[in-house]
C-alpha cells in the first residue's frame, strides 16, 4: 500500500492537473507483472511511459508497448446462473489529457481468449493510461476478480502458444495416453538444449480462464509427480520433453498444460483435456528399447497394477515382440537388399521400419476402457468419427501370449490403424507374401484413424492425436489417410494373429 501511494504521489508531481483526487494511479514498470483484485464495477488504473532505452534514434517512433492483463479468479454467481461469468476488460487512453479511460472514453481491449486480454500500441505511441474494470453486477454475487497485469517494451508478459497444426516453432503438448493413476505427455521438437519447460494438470478450471496461468496454478492439483525424461520417438525423430505424470485419481477429469519460459516470462499452452480409466487393467508402458514408438496403455493382471513395475511389463513386452521378430529379420537379410531394387520409392530400411512398427502395434495391444464412449465403435455405430473398440473376452487375446504371462482377464483393445498394415505392403518386398486382411476381417482386426467430434447418447466426443481413434504408434497424421466405412456392422469374433503365421511359414 505505501509503495502504491508513493506511485501516486510521483504520478500527482507529474500530472498534477490530472490526477482526480478519490483515483489512485499504480505505475507499471517495463518487463512487470502486478497482481491486483477488481470489484464488481469498479476500476483499476494504471500508467505505463517508455523508459529512455526504448527510443528510437533520429526518428519520433518507439518500441511497441505490450500490455496484457489476465484473469486469476472470478466472483462466485449464485447457483441459479448458468451462463460465462463476466470478464475483466481493458480501456486504454493514449493521452494526458484523458488519464481515467473507461467503456466510454478509451480503447476497449475484452478477454479474447477465455481469460487473457492482450494490445499492443503502434510505435508512434510513447505512454499510456490503462484502466481495468468489470461490470457491475447484482448483490447476488459474491467476491471480486482477481488479476494479473503486465507490460513490457520487447514482449507479451503472458504468452499463449497456440499451434493446431503443431510446427516445431510453437511449444505444444501431446498426451500419449494414461491409465488409472497415470498420464503420459510429450512435447514438441527441439534442437539444440531443451527448453525450460514443465508440466501443470489442473482440475476444475473455469472455462471462461482456461488460457491463464495464474487461474491455472489456483487450479494445479496439490499431489501428483512428474518424470521427466527425453524421447526421440514419434515422426519427427528429434527429442522431445516426456512427461509421466503419476498419482492422479482414476475416472477424473483434468487439463493439462505445457509451461515454458519466454525471455523473462511463463507462456503456456492450449489446454489438453484428459480423463484418467476406469478399468484397473491397462497400465502405461513406454522407453522399450525395441518396439520404440510404444507409449500407451497395454492389457496387464489387474491384481498386480497397483504393484506391478512397469518397466518389468515394458520388458517382457518387448522381448517377446522382439522374438516374434526375427524370422522376419532372417527372411529379410537372405533377400539381397543391395543389388536388388524392388521398388522405385521403397528399399529394405522401409520395409525393416514398417515392418517393425506393425508387428510392435500387433504384439503389443493397445488398451482402453471398454467404457471409453458406451456403444461408440467403429464396428458398431454409424457415426462418422468413433474409435476402433474390441472387447475382448478372458482368453481371447489375439495375441495369446498376453493371456499366458499378462492375464489381463476381459479387456478392451483400441486396434492398431489398418494404415500400419498398408505400409508394409507398400515398403516390403513382394517375396516375403504380406497381404492385409480386406472387408469384414478388415474392421475386426483394425481400425481407421478418424478425426472430428461425434454426438453420442448425449455426450460429445473429440478424436484427435489426444484421443486417437485407432493405435498409430507414432506414424505421421497425414501418412494415416485410409478411410473406413461406417457401415460394416461386424461383431468382433476370435481372430488369431493369422499374419504373423503367414510371415514364419513362408521363410
Ligand atoms: C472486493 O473489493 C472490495 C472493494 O475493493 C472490498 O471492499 C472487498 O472486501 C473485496 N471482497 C473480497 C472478497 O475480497
Ligand atoms: C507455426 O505455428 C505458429 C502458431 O500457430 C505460426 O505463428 C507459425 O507461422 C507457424 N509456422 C509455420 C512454419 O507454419
Ligand atoms: C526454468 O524456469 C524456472 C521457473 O519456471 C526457473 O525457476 C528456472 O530458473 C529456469 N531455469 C533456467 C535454466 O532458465
Ligand atoms: C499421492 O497422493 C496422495 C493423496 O492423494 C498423497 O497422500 C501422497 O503423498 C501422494 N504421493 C506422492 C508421491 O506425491
Ligand atoms: C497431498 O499430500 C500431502 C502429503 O504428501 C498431504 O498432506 C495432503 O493432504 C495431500 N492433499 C490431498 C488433496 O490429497
Ligand atoms: C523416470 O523416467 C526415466 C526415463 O523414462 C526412467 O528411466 C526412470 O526409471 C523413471 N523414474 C521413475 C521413478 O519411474
Ligand atoms: C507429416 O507429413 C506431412 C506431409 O508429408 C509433412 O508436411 C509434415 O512435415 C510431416 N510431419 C512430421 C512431423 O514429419
Ligand atoms: C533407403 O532409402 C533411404 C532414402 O530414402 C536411404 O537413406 C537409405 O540409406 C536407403 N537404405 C538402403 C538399405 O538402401
Ligand atoms: C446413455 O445414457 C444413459 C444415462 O446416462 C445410460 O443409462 C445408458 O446406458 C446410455 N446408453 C448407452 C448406449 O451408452
Ligand atoms: C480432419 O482432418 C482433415 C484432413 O487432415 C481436415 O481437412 C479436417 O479439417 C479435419 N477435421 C477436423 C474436424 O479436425
Not at 516426456?242 to 477429469?253: E, G
Given at each position: 500500500m505505501t509503495l502504491k501511494c508513493l506511485y501516486v504521489l510521483v504520478a500527482i508531481i507529474y500530472y498534477t492537473s490530472l490526477v482526480i483526487a478519490q483515483s489512485t494511479t499504480t505505475l507499471l514498470k517495463d518487463n512487470q507483472i502486478l497482481s491486483n483484485s477488481v470489484a464488481a464495477g469498479s476500476y483499476n488504473y494504471y500508467y505505463f511511459s517508455i523508459p529512455a532505452t526504448g527510443h528510437v534514434f533520429g526518428k519520433r517512433a518507439f518500441s511497441n508497448i505490450f500490455l496484457s492483463s489476465s484473469t486469476c479468479s472470478q466472483p462466485i454467481p449464485p447457483s441459479t446462473f448458468k451462463d460465462a461469468i463476466p470478464s475483466v476488460d481493458m480501456y486504454i487512453s493514449l493521452s494526458k489529457d484523458n488519464p481515467l479511460p473507461g467503456p466510454d472514453n478509451g480503447i476497449t481491449v475484452t478477454d479474447g481468449l477465455h481469460g487473457l486480454s492482450t494490445w499492443t500500441s503502434p510505435d508512434s505511441i510513447s505512454e499510456i493510461w490503462v484502466a481495468v474494470g468489470a461490470t457491475a453486477l447484482p448483490n447476488t454475487w459474491t467476491g471480486n476478480w482477481t488479476y494479473e497485469i503486465g507490460v513490457s517494451t520487447s514482449q507479451i508478459m503472458h504468452p499463449v502458444f497456440i499451434n493446431e497444426k503443431r510446427n516445431m516453432s510453437t511449444p505444444f503438448l501431446i498426451m500419449e495416453d494414461t491409465d488409472r493413476t497415470n498420464a503420459l505427455f510429450t512435447s514438441n521438437p527441439f534442437t539444440g538444449s531443451p527448453p525450460n519447460s514443465t508440466i501443470l494438470?489442473?482440475?476444475?478450471?473455469?472455462?471462461?480462464?482456461?488460457?491463464?496461468?495464474?487461474?491455472?496454478?489456483?487450479?494445479?492439483?496439490?499431489?501428483?509427480?512428474?518424470?521427466?525424461?527425453?524421447?526421440?520417438?514419434?515422426?519427427?525423430?528429434?527429442?522431445?520433453?516426456?512427461?509421466?505424470?503419476?498419482?492422479?485419481?482414476?475416472?477424473?477429469?483434468?487439463?493439462?498444460?505445457?509451461?515454458?519460459?519466454?525471455?523473462?516470462?511463463?507462456?503456456?499452452?492450449?489446454?489438453?483435456?484428459?480423463?484418467?480409466?476406469?478399468?484397473?487393467?491397462?497400465?502405461?508402458?513406454?522407453?522399450?528399447?525395441?518396439?520404440?514408438?510404444?507409449?500407451?496403455?497395454?492389457?496387464?493382471?489387474?491384481?498386480?497394477?497397483?504393484?506391478?513395475?512397469?518397466?518389468?511389463?515394458?520388458?517382457?513386452?518387448?522381448?517377446?515382440?522382439?522374438?516374434?521378430?526375427?524370422?522376419?529379420?532372417t527372411a529379410l537379410s537372405q533377400f539381397n537388399c543391395d543389388t536388388t531394387q524392388y521398388s522405385l520409392v521403397r528399399n529394405c530400411t522401409d520395409c525393416y521400419r514398417d515392418y517393425k512398427t506393425w508387428l510392435c502395434a500387433v504384439t503389443i495391444p493397445r488398451c482402453t476402457d471398454s467404457t471409453t464412449s458406451g456403444d461408440l465403435s467403429q464396428n458398431t455405430d454409424d457415426l462418422p468419427t468413433s474409435p476402433a473398440l474390441r472387447d475382448i473376452s478372458v482368453g481371447a487375446s489375439r495375441n495369446p501370449w498376453v493371456d499366458e504371462i499378462m492375464k489381463p482377464g476381459e479387456w478392451t483393445e483400441l486396434l492398431p490403424c489398418i494404415d500400419l498394415c498398408y505400409h508394409v505392403v507398400q515398403s516390403c518386398p513382394p517375396f516375403l507374401q504380406f497381404y492385409c486382411p480386406g472387408g469384414d476381417l478388415a474392421t475386426v482386426q483394425y481400425g481407421y484413424w478418424q478425426n472430428g467430434s461425434a454426438l453420442a447418447n448425449g455426450t460429445l466426443y473429440h478424436f484427435d492425436v489426444n484421443n486417437p481413434t485407432c493405435n498409430r504408434m507414432g506414424v505421421n497424421t497425414s501418412l494415416l489417410t485410409i478411410s473406413g466405412s461406417s457401415h460394416l456392422h461386424v461383431h468382433a469374433g476370435f481372430i488369431i494373429l493369422s499374419v504373423i503365421t503367414v510371415i514364419v511359414l513362408n521363410v
Open positions: 494438470i489442473t482440475a476444475n478450471m473455469p472455462k471462461e480462464l482456461q488460457y491463464s496461468l495464474c487461474a491455472a496454478k489456483l487450479h494445479d492439483l496439490p499431489n501428483y509427480t512428474v518424470n521427466t525424461s527425453i524421447t526421440a520417438r514419434g515422426p519427427w525423430n528429434l527429442p522431445r520433453h516426456q512427461f509421466m505424470v503419476s498419482n492422479l485419481t482414476q475416472d477424473t477429469l483434468y487439463s493439462a498444460y505445457l509451461v515454458q519460459s519466454v525471455g523473462t516470462t511463463l507462456g503456456l499452452t492450449t489446454p489438453v483435456s484428459l480423463s484418467t480409466k476406469i478399468d484397473a487393467n491397462c497400465r502405461i508402458i513406454y522407453d522399450l528399447p525395441f518396439c520404440n514408438q510404444v507409449a500407451y496403455s497395454v492389457p496387464t493382471n489387474p491384481d498386480t497394477f497397483s504393484t506391478g513395475n512397469i518397466w518389468d511389463i515394458a520388458t517382457q513386452y518387448d522381448t517377446q515382440a522382439l522374438e516374434k521378430f526375427q524370422p522376419f529379420g
